[in-house]
């Protein structure tokens, strides 16, 4: 895929070239700054400046998987096709109302962790930055990530509210949406998790895991499987501490053990289950066959 500059983009990569922390991205959803993150990230990467990328957006994410937080650290350009994470959290849902706090504070958490591997961090957030909602979730990322650098791509004036409450210490870059965004669809959008879940899952198998020797969590608070035992189809972290593994799917589920289909060929070391908002299909067909997914775009299965 071969990334056009939109006009301020140089500008802004001579500027990042010399920062050291983190840029945090702001855009409604179909804006480009994801698109925007890409080509910066590929640009300094040949420049030889080490790059990390935290991706916090729990819907699209270009990273990770639905309803996670991911990250990863390049020293390389990446190469063409989707890109695969390294580090995972999965929060449990794919829109952020439910999961403000906790998204915000994963993501600053990612942030934290990425500034040990690389000098600059670049942070995608969702779409969501109308009304009450979207400002607050906005607002409480920049607190968690305390970035150097915010880059707003607007075409007018619905991110002032945002920008506005951004701390004077923090540099602000406007830039347009880029005239070559890739639009999505509502159905695409789902078809677009759908498909992400698919590739994770692919030569997933079933297997047993007993309850009693695991934290379960859903929304960051504690759970205990016995009074409320997870739905079939289910989609679950499996969780080494803080790090998801990977994700998995219920198939059966009891107050003793949980059947989940998962890809993980070990389960050494799982030790907490972060229970999902949301469910998935592996046998349904994907969604929207007669809508699809615009012409290039893959996904990767992911994972370290």
Not at 152 to 177: F, K, N, Y
Not at 222 to 227: I, K, S, T
Not at 290 to 304: S, T
Request: aromatic letters at 4%.
């Amino acid at each position: 895929m071969t990334i056009v500059p939109s006009p301020g983009w140089e500008e802004l990569l001579k500027r990042l070239a010399s920062l050291k922390g983190s840029a945090f991205f702001l855009g409604r959803s179909d804006s480009g700054k994801t698109t925007l993150i890409r080509y910066l990230l590929t640009q300094l990467c040949q420049a030889g400046h080490p790059v990390a990328l935290v991706d916090a957006d729990v819907g699209q994410s270009s990273l990770g998987l639905p309803g996670a937080v991911s990250r990863r650290s390049f020293r390389a350009a990446p190469e063409e096709g989707p890109l695969r994470w390294e580090h995972l959290s999965f929060l449990g849902s794919v829109t952020p109302a439910p999961i403000l706090s906790l998204l915000a504070a994963e993501t600053g958490r990612m942030v934290l962790d990425s500034r040990q591997e690389a000098p600059l961090t670049l942070v995608d957030s969702t779409g969501l930055v109308d009304g009450p909602l979207g400002v607050a979730l906005k607002l409480a990322k920049i607190r968690a990530v305390a970035p150097e650098l915010v880059v707003a791509v607007t075409g007018g004036s619905e991110l002032d509210p945002i920008l506005r409450a951004v701390p004077d210490r923090v540099e602000i870059v406007r830039l347009p949406p880029s005239d070559h965004v890739l639009r999505r669809s509502p159905v695409q959008r789902i078809r677009r998790r759908q498909a992400r879940l698919a590739a994770h899952l692919e030569g997933a198998r079933e297997t047993m895991i007993a309850t009693r020797r695991l934290v379960f969590l859903h929304r960051g608070a504690p759970v205990h499987p016995v009074f409320t035992p997870p739905e079939a189809g289910t989609v679950i972290g499996l969780n080494h501490l803080a790090e998801t593994r990977a994700l998995a799917v219920v198939t059966e589920a009891d107050a003793d053990s949980l059947t989940v289909s998962t890809a993980l060929s070990s389960l050494r070391g799982i030790d907490r289950v972060i229970l999902g908002d949301f469910s998935y299909d592996p046998k349904a067909p994907l969604l929207g066959d007669d809508d699809p997914l615009p012409e290039g775009e893959r996904v990767a299965r992911g994972g370290p």
